[in-house]
């Protein structure tokens, strides 16, 4: 199952709107085939790895990562394909939450007389799946918001400066970590001050994450990386109903994406904007800032995970705090994470953190 879990992990980012699952099948101690959910969700990992087998599969056991669909979609139904290759033995953490699927898959191969056993590497599998099962149930992607700063917690100087406050290891990291999300998400100041162009650069031929910026009325710079690559890379524009209507029409007409999502005050309501690209197909999303876009997440209680990157290096109380104003008076009100890895990557510290369960 741990192989099947790390081989499903080579997917995320690849396969939304489904989830990234991985398969392996085993018969007499040997590994016959394994696989990966393809590129764009399809095929499901289950039928690949079948295919690789061939007549061989006859008498495997197959470890999954999630549930064998049930529901015969635009590919016939997971579940079927294991029981006419004469599966003997389904391994998988849990079901899927999907409606259309879950307990449906395991109650078709329990039906064909295969044995399922359940419950192994289940506390794995939930964090590898946390986006798909989050959107599922919630309707919002998973959400991880990184920022890398100074040892005093600032993002930029006073005058706006701010690559490169980490070195080239830790910037390659946050390159892996883009990868695999399905979507690098950035407030329109960031947009403005930075001129990013937010793709993945140095992981091969890999389906880039969607770009998303968030602005309310799209005065963003057209004269710019985002802009010029609109039509070769996806770029979604998260805006309120009173954007200019020409703006909306230039942005579409090269190539961006604009989705409608409401206002809250005079800013977008970023617990619509995360509801609108999760409708969207959008299941684990990679917030890189700014600042103010930071704290409006972790105000409203919509960050999953943090990583962050600390450099050896201190700006001063004039430079740019990491995290905008969060209107907080008491720790209680903080949201809190817990501390799930940390790495030295040259001289700079990533930690990721997790939200901490209530
Ligand atoms: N070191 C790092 O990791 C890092 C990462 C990112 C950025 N930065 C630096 O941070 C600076 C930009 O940060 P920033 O705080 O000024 O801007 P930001 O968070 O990137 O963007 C804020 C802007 O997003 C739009 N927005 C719409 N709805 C919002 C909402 N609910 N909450 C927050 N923003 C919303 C607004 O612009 P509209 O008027 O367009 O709606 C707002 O002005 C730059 O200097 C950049 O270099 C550093």
Redesign the pocket.
């Known amino acids: 199952m741990r192989l099947a879990l790390s081989i499903g992990r080579r997917g995320m980012g690849q396969t939304w709107p489904n989830p990234a699952v991985g398969c392996v099948l085993v018969k007499d101690g040997r590994i016959l085939a394994r696989a990966v959910t393809a590129t764009g969700g399809r095929p499901h990992a289950e039928v690949q790895a079948l295919a690789q087998a061939g007549a061989a599969a006859k008498g495997a056991t197959a470890y999954v990562t999630l549930e064998p669909c049930s529901h015969i979609g635009e590919t016939p139904a997971c579940s079927q394909a294991l029981i006419d290759a004469g599966i003997v033995r389904v391994v998988a953490p849990f079901e899927d939450n999907d409606s259309r699927v879950s307990g449906r898959g395991f109650g078709m191969l329990q039906a064909a007389g295969i044995e399922v056993t359940l419950g192994i590497c289940a506390e794995e599998a939930a964090i590898d799946h946390a986006g798909f099962f989050l959107r599922n149930d919630t309707g919002r992607p998973f959400v991880t918001l990184?920022?890398?700063?100074s040892f005093d917690g600032r993002?930029?100087t006073a005058t706006?400066e701010?690559?490169w406050?980490t070195g080239e290891a830790a910037r390659k990291h946050v390159h892996g970590l883009r990868a695999s999300h399905d979507a690098v998400m950035?407030?329109?100041?960031?947009?403005?001050?930075?001129d990013p162009m937010l793709n993945v650069r140095g992981y091969g031929a890999r389906r880039q994450p969607v770009r998303v910026v968030?602005?309310?009325?799209?005065?963003?710079p057209m004269m710019s990386k985002l802009a010029a690559s609109a039509k070769d890379v996806p770029l979604w524009l998260c805006h309120a109903p009173d954007a200019d209507k020409m703006l909306l029409q230039t942005w579409q007409g090269i190539g961006a994406t604009c989705v409608e999502c409401s206002l809250?005050g005079q800013?977008?309501?970023?617990a619509s904007?995360l509801q609108a690209i999760g409708k969207a197909g959008l299941t684990r999303v990679f917030c890189?800032?700014?600042?103010?876009?930071?704290?409006?997440l972790l105000k409203a209680d919509l960050v999953d995970e943090l990583v962050g990157?600390t450099a050896g290096l201190a700006i001063g109380a004039e430079g740019?705090p990491?995290i905008?104003a969060m209107g907080l008076s008491n720790l209680s009100a903080a949201p809190r994470f817990k501390l799930a890895e940390q790495q030295t990557l040259d001289g700079d510290v990533m930690m990721r953190w997790r939200r901490a369960s209530k």
Do not use: H, M, P, W
């Open positions: 990184k920022l890398a700063s993002i930029a706006g701010s690559q406050i950035v407030g329109g100041g960031t947009a403005r001050a930075d968030v602005s309310r009325r799209l005065d963003l809250q800013q977008l309501d970023v904007t890189e800032g700014g600042g103010a876009l930071a704290a409006s990157y740019l990491a905008g």
